[in-house]
């Protein structure tokens, strides 16, 4: 586990600035729809913990809007990042670096919103996604929301064949791995960009209903139906784009079109 947690760390230590232009410029449509789909459940006012917050895209966007916020990752970089960014913004936010694993600098019950998105696709075994899922629930108030990402195991090939798609010909472990396991859908937990966990939408729906206290509320892809078109939505006049988001906005949490996405985020709510 020491391994994994230093290499994820020095992953996200070595370039904070690419992390934060993967939704700013490459995947703006992933942010532009998990936003609109929290805000269904944000209430003003709300106290908020961004637990893998990175280098700050949502906790930045939710101090702006006038909450309380506080960041936690595991990478020092990120967080002297997502702090940056927050003064550029004009914006105060609490940022930290920490384990998902272990809050225990926050006591039970303290934030009405939970972000965990990042550490359960970098944990690689089940007890450790449980534990961060126990963690967060914690700390979280009766009633209040958990938001949990994931990547998806045919996320892998969606990539695939947006990216670089000759890798289906190639006869390589690890891409077809992959491909195999998607076609299989089985989820798998490797080496990839990093330590990584990718997972069927059974798989990770299993997991938040296997944590006693949480009951969930929803789940939605975060690209909805976009995933395979990035470039095609790039080359796009900015109004064309626009109505294409609103338009995916509307199968984003619709159970048939699920796989058509990269990431999944459910929601949960804490029983009272």
Known sequence: MREETDTIRSHYDTNPQKEWDRLKRRFPYEKYITIHMMDRYIRPGNTILDIGGGPG?????????????????????????????????GVKITALQGNALD????????????????????????????????????????????????????????????????????????????????EAEESVAFQSFTYAYMTTVRDAKKLMASVPGLRTKNAFGQESILSPYRYVLAGMPKKTRMAWYDYALKFCDKEDYLTHTEHLMIVSEKET
């Open 57 to 89: 895209h949502y906790s930045v966007h939710y101090a702006r809007q006038g909450h309380d916020v506080t960041l936690l990752d595991l990478s020092g970089e990120n967080v002297r990042f997502a702090k940056k960014k927050a003064r550029q913004y």
């Open 103 to 182: 809050l225990s600098r926050f006591a039970e019950n303290t934030f009405d919103i939970v972000f965990l998105m990042g550490p359960l696709y970098h944990l690689m075994n089940e007890e450790n996604r449980l534990q961060a899922v126990r963690e967060a629930k914690r700390v979280l108030k009766p009633g209040g929301i958990l938001f949990s990402s994931f990547i998806l195991m045919f996320g892998g090939v969606i990539y695939g064949i947006r990216e670089v798609p000759e890798t289906i010909t190639w006869d390589r472990q690890k891409e077809m791995m992959i491909y195999n396991n998607a």
